[in-house]
Structures are given as C-alpha cells and as structure tokens.
C-alpha cells in the first residue's frame, strides 16, 4: 500500500526467514566476524581474479541462505539483487551460476534496501512464494575500478573509507504468524539528492544529504516519532557523514538520540583496524543486517529497526568527466513478528 509521497506499508509483513552472510580476512578481523556465516583467510579465495572472488562470495552467501531456509534453489521465484562492478558482474555470473529468475540491481551501496523493498512488495502482493535479495562487494575488485588497485599502494585522506568485502543475502517469504522471524513493515524509496560534492574519497560526505532526505520522508509518510525505532542505522555513511547526517537531521526538527542513530560502516571494524572513515561498500549493510543486526534483533536487542543504505551513484568515467556525485538512499522498516503498533 502507498503510504505519502515515496512509501510503501507491507500490510501483509513479508518474513526474512533466513540469511547468508560471506567475508574476508579483513572482516575475520572486525567487530562482527562471529554474525559471519563463511569467512576466507585470503582475498583470491581460490579464485583466478578479484572479481571471480566476488562472484563466489554472493554464490555462498546465497548457498548459506537456502541451506538455513531449508528450501532448494528452484523453489525460489525471483532473486533481487547488485554489487558495484562494472554492469554488476559478479551479480550476474552468481546468477547464471544458480539459476534463479532474476533481477539485477544497481543502486551502488543502497542496493541492499532496494532489494529488501522489492522483494518485500512482490511477496506482500503475492507475487513469489520465496525471494532471495542480496548485495556484495569486494575490496581489491571495487578500488581497482573506482580508485587504484590496492598494489599500487596510494596513499587515502582521513576522509576515505575501507570497501568491505563481503555478502549478504536474506530469504523472504510470506508470514507465518507462528514464527519468530523478523518481518519488513514498510520501506520508504529515496530520490537522487546531489549536493555538488566531486570528492570520491568522501563518499560518506557527499551521501549525507540522501539519507538524511530518506530518513525525514520516511517519518513524514508514515506520520512517525524517530521514537517509534530503537535503532535508525545507515549503510556506509561512516564517520563524517553520520556526523553530518546526524546534524541535518537535527537542524530539520528530527530529533535523534545519538545512540539511537548509528552507521553499519562503524560497526563492521574495530577501532585499530585502518580503515580511516569507516566501512562502505555495496555488501557493507547486506552483511551488517542480515549478520549482526538481525541477530541481536532475535536476542531482544531491538524489537525495531530502520535500515537506510546509501549509495554514490558515480562512475569512474562520470568521475573522469569532472561531473559531481548523485546519491540516494533506500530505508527498510523491520520488526520481530508479532510486534504491532
């Protein structure tokens, strides 16, 4: 159902009924690694290239996802889901891999949340028995396209962040009322928000504003008090643009509590790793969700939560042409079955 201008109330609560999280050394290293379904000890994962290492990450991610759901791949409708590569790849080699109806999704890192929405509407309304959403990064793969290739050995501003590697991927079905599983409950569809920022080693800097726009239409469309959540989380706006989202949204009249409003980029690693900003990436809220934050929603942690991935919408040749970086930002609302109100 339509809810305001950009919203969608699932009525029918669509259930993530199982995830897959993948990972690298890096991640083995992190705050979350024990939310982590598989982790490799080495970024080729036993694969010819970078980019095949991402494809094989979605591949197990989504392996991991149907073997919790108990379900085989041909019962699955449609499979949602992207990563950041050039014509998303790896994305499209692991579904030509697992052979599940497919749409391929680019929204940079707010993929994530395109996809949860999308699946939750096809499920809400009937469409699929099963989805499968999903979105995945790998970090030598990414900065060769976007920056420079990690041997090359460039040196980064405080302002950059660390690309994670990794994979994240839910199973959405139909609610079963019976089942303690978390459920989606409304999603709010971001517009492109572009500030004039060109900087590509502040990302977080530049997607801000998109989500902070995402964030104040979501509340605006479903007539809600940020007190309605226990935890509002971004995707990878990492240290300076969860500060800075943190402050539009106060200047706005939303008023948050700083522990309320937290960034998956700034969970995912421990205070000595060198990631400068924070985390980012295409999988870096696909793994933080459908890991950590869905974990801790089934230990009573939170009982709602308001997923916003954000995404840079640049390429290098846009980047090349001197253009400036269009961002938006997607949110999921999810809550445990049974929580109404």
Known sequence: MLKGQQSWVFNNRPMITATGVTGGPFEANGNLAKDFDLLYDDLWMGQESYEKAHRLLLEEAIKAALKKGNIQKEQVQFLFAGDLLNQITPTSFAARTMQIPYFGLFGACSTSMEGLALSSFVVNYQGANYCLTGASSHNSAVEKQFRYPTEYGGQKPPTAQWTITGAGVALVEPNKPSENNPVTISATIGKVIDMGLSDPFNMGGAMAPAAADTI?????????????????????????????????????????????????????????????????????????????LLNEMKKGTYQRILVVATGALLSPLSFQQKESIPCIAHAVAIEMNGEKG
């Open 216 to 292: 104040i239409a979501h509340f605006r469309d479903l007539q809600l008090d940020p007190s309605y959540y226990d935890l509002i989380v971004t995707g990878d706006l990492g240290r300076i643009g969860h500060n800075t989202a943190f402050e539009l949204l106060n200047k706005s009249g939303l008023k948050l509590e700083k522990q309320q409003f937290q960034d998956c980029g700034l969970l995912m690693y421990k205070d000595d790793q060198p990631v400068q900003a924070g985390g980012s990436g295409a999988g870096c809220s696909a793994t933080v969700l459908y890991g950590h």
